[in-house]
């Protein structure tokens, strides 16, 4: 079993930054494909940003060139860096693990999920 904690959400004015962390514990991820999933007030869940065992990533069009996912398996951790925020980037973010090697964009294909960490951008 996995266990996965999010942390770094808040509150910032458009164009500010936030950096999300996502801890593992339970087992190491390394082998596991991992994703950023949001869902804003009435909608549903998207991926934001995924990345391979291997270092592959994957971005949705809308956060191409200001989000940018990383991995440091040393520390069983997924980070998220998020630049040039924009309102609409308001959502509450979770950390999703897949015990597969590759990402996958539908949330069902995802085995383990954290509690989610809310960002707020002000504009």
């Known amino acids: 079993q996995v266990q996965l904690v999010e942390s770094g959400g808040g509150l910032v004015q458009a164009g500010g930054s936030l950096r999300l962390s996502c801890a593992a514990s339970?087992?190491?991820?390394?082998?596991?494909?991992m994703g950023w999933f949001r869902q804003g007030p009435g909608k549903e869940r998207e991926l934001v940003a995924a990345?391979?065992?291997?270092?592959?990533?994957y971005y949705t069009d809308s956060v191409k060139g200001r989000f940018t996912i990383s991995r440091d398996n040393a520390k069983n951790t997924v980070f998220l860096q998020m630049n040039s925020l924009k309102p609409e980037d308001t959502a509450v973010y979770y950390c999703?693990?897949?015990?597969?090697?590759?990402?996958?964009?539908?949330?069902?294909?995802?085995?383990?999920w954290g509690q989610g960490t809310q960002v707020t951008v002000s504009s």
């Open positions: 999703a693990a897949r015990r597969v090697t590759y990402y996958n964009i539908d949330a069902d294909e995802y085995d383990y």
């Open positions: 339970g087992r190491t991820v390394s082998n596991y494909a």
């Open positions: 990345i391979s065992s291997s270092g592959r990533t």
